[in-house]
């Protein structure tokens, strides 16, 4: 017999039961491990999914924000020019009523009638005032296409150019929006010109 012959004979076999007991602790071992890697992953996923609910929450509450900002910013400016065309509508009245006050000022007979349209012409500017509606001053300033509409341009000796020498018709602004330009001459020049983007009337 040889030398390996006589280690494999001196060798004792595992005992079956031995093999036995080493394979369940093994098994259940590798089963916790992979039950512990499957918990870990199913908490991220839920975590990610978490995350990406809060992030469209806050979306959809900037947005019902925004919302409601743009609906009463509508609903103010509505109202502010419920009356836009009516008042437009009225200023052909304002118009005539100068008009009247310009012919009897040329009548000194007329001093009565005068009077008596001036203080209309009054009341009737106060009226449009509380309703927001007020005119602008158009003559000697400088001419701006965002409040006057030039219909005429003149030499002038009195005036700079590109200025405002004579109004025809007044221009009117309805809280801060224009709501009526003014009919102007203009003095003729090469100055460029533009909208200067008050509300209030031009500089």
Do not use: W
Request: aromatic share 4%; proline share 4%.
């Amino acid at each position: 017999m040889n030398e390996e012959q006589k280690l494999g004979a001196n060798e004792e076999p595992m005992d079956a039961s031995d093999a036995a007991a080493q394979t369940p602790a093994d098994a259940g071992s590798d089963q916790e491990a992979s039950s512990v890697g499957d918990l870990h992953a199913l908490l991220e996923q839920k975590e990610a999914e978490i995350q990406a609910l809060k992030d469209k929450i806050l979306r959809q509450a900037a947005d019902i924000e925004n919302t409601r900002k743009r609906l009463e910013r509508d609903r103010t400016e509505a109202i502010a020019y419920a009356n836009e065309s009516l008042i437009r509508e009225l200023l052909a009245v304002v118009d005539n009523l100068e008009r009247a006050i310009q012919h009897a000022e040329q009548d000194t007979d007329n001093q009565t009638l005068l009077e008596g349209v001036k203080m209309t012409h009054k009341h009737f500017l106060d009226t449009l005032a509380r309703f927001g509606c007020r005119p602008f001053e158009s003559q000697g300033k400088d001419f701006d296409p965002c409040f006057h509409e030039a219909i005429l341009q003149q030499e002038s000796e009195e005036y700079p150019p590109n200025t405002v020498i004579q109004e025809f018709q007044r221009g009117y602004t309805l809280h801060e929006r224009l709501l009526r330009p003014a009919l102007v001459a203009v003095s003729k020049g090469t100055r460029a010109v533009s909208c200067s983007q008050k509300s209030d009337g031009p500089a």
